[in-house]
């Protein structure tokens, strides 16, 4: 396929900018072509365009790593998928030789690619992907609910690290894109006794709307009141999808001996301050997640009642995707879908 697409180039230095680029071409025979169906925005998107990033961003590369699409071009190897398949992708392409691939920890891979970060995403009319980053979608799943399979992936992999029962009482930081999916995934499996943490109206609002009973406004409230009106004792997980450094210390007195810590937000210009002894003296565990679970994710959206839709606040052209990002820094938007073509 020869011609002009737009896509949205990361420039450096906070610069996003939608311009017209060649539409890629097959490389290698293991390569496909996808046409965009849908693309999310990630708050990790945003900490890349930070001064100084939060994230780091290949400069030159077209951004975005939430995506799906359909296949209209395939080279000579590719076997498991044909012209005209709904695919979701994963963004991370693993080397296959550094220590973390050769020691079943490939979701850590120190040489990965990742497309919309070290390499071309999804924020474009067409995305040129490697098969293996390839799962088949249902012909039935809505694009916009499609594009949410990346971001899905990641929590179905904090929640087998965390391991909350219904038994548990939870506290989750963080009610942007990631923490509603949160808020819908918990409910699913069967919590009931939950608390969210929102900052300003519009975030506890979203919350609400999808499934969230208990809130804490940030901005007015504090969190170890509001935990001490409704529960009798501490959390016995606590999830931080957010990744400021402010969360760790102030979460780790909440919780309940033997409770345990995931922190989920990433965010490399953050730090914190902790006594080592509140995690000796109660047997706290504190878990990073980076890893994605796409076979979960995957049979996860088979649920009729998931309610992704219940996430979406905006739909918008890529030509627009400059106030998508501010919708999001200005905590105005959950999830924002961008539609390329």
Same mark, same amino acid.
């Not at 919350?207 to 009798?232: F, L, N, P």
């Given at each position: 396929?020869?011609?002009?697409?737009?896509?949205?180039?990361?420039?450096?230095?906070?610069? +996003?900018?939608?311009?017209?680029?060649?539409?890629? *071409?097959?490389?290698?025979?293991?390569?496909?072509?996808?046409?965009?169906? %849908?693309?999310?925005?990630?708050?990790?998107? +945003?900490?890349?365009?930070?001064?100084?990033?939060?994230?780091?961003?290949?400069?030159?590369?077209?951004?975005?790593?939430?995506?799906?699409?359909?296949?209209?071009?395939?080279?000579?190897?590719?076997s498991r998928f044909q012209i005209g398949d709904r695919v979701a992708v994963?963004?991370?392409?693993?080397?296959? @030789?550094?220590?973390?691939?050769?020691?079943?920890?490939?979701? =850590?891979?120190?040489?990965?690619?990742?497309?919309?970060?070290?390499?071309?995403?999804?924020?474009?009319?067409?995305?040129?992907?490697?098969?293996?980053?390839?799962?088949?979608?249902?012909?039935?799943?809505?694009?916009?609910?499609? %594009?949410? *399979?990346?971001?899905?992936?990641?929590?179905?992999?904090?929640?087998?690290?965390?391991?909350?029962?219904?038994?548990?009482?939870?506290?989750?930081?963080?009610?942007?894109?990631?923490?509603?999916?949160?808020?819908?995934?918990?409910?699913?499996?069967?919590?009931?006794?939950?608390?969210?943490?929102?900052?300003?109206?519009?975030?506890?609002?979203? @919350?609400?709307?999808?499934?969230?009973?208990?809130?804490?406004?940030?901005?007015?409230?504090?969190?170890?009141?509001?935990?001490?009106?409704?529960?009798?004792?501490?959390?016995?997980?606590?999830?931080?999808?957010?990744?400021?450094?402010?969360?760790?210390?102030?979460?780790?007195?909440?919780?309940?001996?033997?409770?345990?810590?995931?922190?989920?937000? +990433?965010?490399?210009?953050?730090?914190? *301050?902790?006594?080592?002894?509140?995690?000796?003296?109660?047997?706290?565990?504190?878990?990073?997640?980076?890893?994605?679970?796409?076979?979960? @994710?995957?049979?996860?959206?088979?649920?009729?009642?998931?309610? +992704?839709?219940?996430?979406?606040?905006?739909?918008?052209?890529?030509?627009?995707?400059?106030?998508?990002? %501010?919708?999001?820094?200005?905590?105005?938007?959950?999830?924002?879908? =961008?539609?390329?073509?």
């Amino acid at each position: 396929m020869q011609g002009l697409m737009r896509a949205a180039i990361f420039e450096g230095n906070g610069v +996003l900018s939608v311009q017209s680029v060649p539409i890629p *071409t097959i490389q290698t025979d293991s390569q496909l072509l996808l046409k965009v169906e %849908a693309a999310s925005i990630c708050g990790s998107d +945003l900490h890349g365009l930070s001064v100084p990033p939060g994230q780091y961003m290949k400069p030159g590369i077209i951004y975005g790593h939430e995506f799906c699409g359909q296949v209209v071009e395939k080279g000579r190897a590719v076997s498991r998928f044909q012209i005209g398949d709904r695919v979701a992708v994963n963004p991370r392409v693993r080397c296959g @030789a550094c220590y973390e691939c050769t020691h079943n920890k490939g979701d =850590l891979c120190s040489n990965a690619y990742h497309s919309g970060q070290t390499g071309d995403g999804g924020f474009a009319q067409y995305a040129l992907v490697e098969e293996r980053q390839l799962y088949h979608l249902d012909p039935s799943i809505p694009a916009e609910i499609a %594009a949410q *399979t990346e971001p899905l992936a990641c929590v179905m992999y904090a929640m087998g690290v965390a391991k909350p029962t219904p038994a548990d009482s939870v506290l989750l930081y963080g009610a942007g894109p990631v923490g509603l999916t949160f808020i819908r995934v918990l409910s699913l499996f069967g919590i009931r006794n939950l608390i969210v943490t929102a900052k300003g109206q519009r975030r506890v609002e979203q @919350a609400r709307q999808c499934g969230a009973s208990i809130m804490v406004d940030t901005q007015v409230q504090s969190v170890a009141a509001v935990m001490k009106e409704h529960w009798r004792y501490g959390a016995d997980v606590v999830i931080d999808a957010v990744g400021r450094g402010a969360i760790l210390p102030e979460a780790l007195p909440l919780m309940n001996p033997q409770g345990r810590l995931v922190l989920f937000g +990433l965010d490399n210009n953050a730090s914190s *301050t902790i006594s080592p002894a509140l995690l000796t003296l109660n047997e706290l565990s504190v878990h990073g997640v980076l890893g994605k679970d796409f076979p979960a @994710a995957l049979q996860m959206l088979q649920r009729k009642d998931l309610g +992704l839709d219940r996430l979406i606040t905006h739909r918008l052209p890529l030509e627009d995707i400059a106030q998508g990002m %501010a919708l999001m820094r200005q905590k105005e938007a959950g999830r924002v879908i =961008l539609l390329p073509n």
